[in-house]
């Protein structure tokens, strides 16, 4: 699990970093600057020069809101974002038990449930690997998804024996399961640590895995599912629903003067 970046010689090394060096410069100014349509153009322009200040102002906390005061001290809002945080995050630990598959039995068949565990394929986790947008953020490690598609022919090797230890049950250690959580502001100008929605930046070895994982649920999940789940049918939207309601009640009422609904 630990060789994930491991090249089998020095020089493939070298020349994974050089591929790597050749490109950064460019992709790290368009995630600097915020954008995801620019592939060709000057970097050294007033106009992302702009961007980019702009990006940064939004993203600054000059204070927080606590207890009827207003910090400034970078330090106590530290102090102050980590415990609020931790404490909206921590959940009591459930322990699952095994699916009971008689109530699945009706739904899927013993192909459906092998298809779960078979070993995913080289290409498998290259299509994985190239369907993630290369300007995400990177993960605790530092390695972007940038970096995984510019030396893809030099680690491949190595990241195709990660996941397949990952699905023969090898636990993950913690350097590749670590997160960053990010607050984002859900408000235009949020003074307080409540207005933050906390997001998790995962590395990239992760995604993959989750994302194999996720894949395959997907092909079996309709099988399971009523469609009246609309949040889990791929392409449904639990906003139908409302829409739905909206457009019937609507509809009573433009034919139906005097109709009542009674829920």
Not at 117 to 129: G, S
Not at 164 to 169: N, S, Y
Request: charged residues 20%; contains cysteine; aromatic residues 10%.
């Amino acid at each position: 699990m630990n060789m994930i970046l491991v090249t089998p010689c020095l020089w493939t090394g070298i020349g994974a970093l050089r591929s790597w060096f050749g490109f950064w410069p460019k992709a790290f100014c368009r995630q600097k600057a915020g954008i995801r349509w620019a592939k060709d153009g000057k970097r050294n322009t007033r106009y992302f020069h702009s961007l980019v200040q702009k990006q940064e102002f939004r993203g600054t906390i000059f204070g927080i809101h606590h207890d009827g005061e207003y910090l400034t001290d970078s330090i106590a809002n530290k102090n102050l974002a980590a415990s609020f945080f931790q404490q909206l995050l921590t959940v009591e630990p459930e322990f699952l038990e095994d699916i009971d598959r008689e109530n699945l039995e009706d739904g899927l068949t013993d192909e459906d449930w092998r298809s779960l565990c078979i070993m995913p394929t080289l290409e498998e986790v290259q299509a994985v690997v190239f369907s993630i947008k290369p300007d995400s953020v990177a993960g605790p490690d530092g390695f972007g998804v940038i970096f995984f598609h510019t030396c893809w022919d030099v680690i491949s090797k190595d990241v195709y024996g990660t996941v397949t230890e990952f699905f023969h049950g090898v636990e993950m250690p913690k350097v590749f399961t670590a997160t960053t959580i990010s607050p984002i502001p859900k408000t235009a100008s949020p003074d307080s640590w409540s207005e933050h929605r906390p997001i998790s930046l995962c590395n990239v070895t992760n995604k993959i895995c989750t994302k194999l994982m996720t894949i395959r649920l997907g092909r079996i999940l309709p099988k399971v599912l009523s469609l009246l789940q609309s949040g889990f049918v791929l392409g449904r939207l639990l906003s139908d629903n409302v829409l739905l309601a909206q457009e019937l009640i609507h509809s009573l009422k433009s034919l139906l003067p005097k109709a009542n609904v009674v829920f």
